[in-house]
Nanobody
Framework: QLQLVESGGGLVQPGGSLRLSCAVS????????IGWFRQAPGGEREGVSC????????YYSDSVKGRYTISRDNAKDTVYLQVNNLKPEDTAVYFC??????????????????WGQGTQVTVSS
């Protein structure tokens, strides 16, 4: 059973930070690309950052470049998204996504095989 389980969301003030985690199980992480999408209320699901587990190449959307950092810990089968300098417009449900052996940009553009259940991030004072 392939599973992606997100954690780390919460309520944070503008300018604050969070670290989101995506724990993967049921498949060899080495052969996959893992990414993060977000969906604000009434909005479309947007790919914000993706990483190739094979070679570590990354992709970031323009809206988060410079504020978000994606990383992976192969030993823990976990992908992280460090989100800094949060803004109210970052408020969304953040989803983990995966696809086998695809460029990070391709995954972030929507070529997703597997989804997690999501974790809520709310940025508000």
């Amino acid at each position: 059973q392939l599973q992606l389980v997100e954690s780390g969301g919460g309520l944070v003030q503008p300018g604050g930070s969070l670290r989101l985690s995506c724990a993967v199980s049921g498949f060899r992480l080495d052969y996959y690309t893992i990414g993060w999408f977000r969906q604000a209320p009434g909005g479309e699901r947007e790919g914000v950052s993706c990483i190739s587990i094979t070679d570590g190449t990354t992709y970031y959307s323009d809206s988060v470049k410079g504020r978000y950092t994606i990383s992976r810990d192969n030993a823990k089968d976990t992908v992280y998204l460090q989100v800094n300098n949060l803004k109210p417009e970052d408020t969304a449900v953040y989803f983990c996504a995966a696809r086998g052996l695809t460029p990070p940009q391709s995954l972030c553009r929507g070529r997703v095989e597997y989804w997690g259940q999501g974790t809520q991030v709310t940025v508000s004072s």
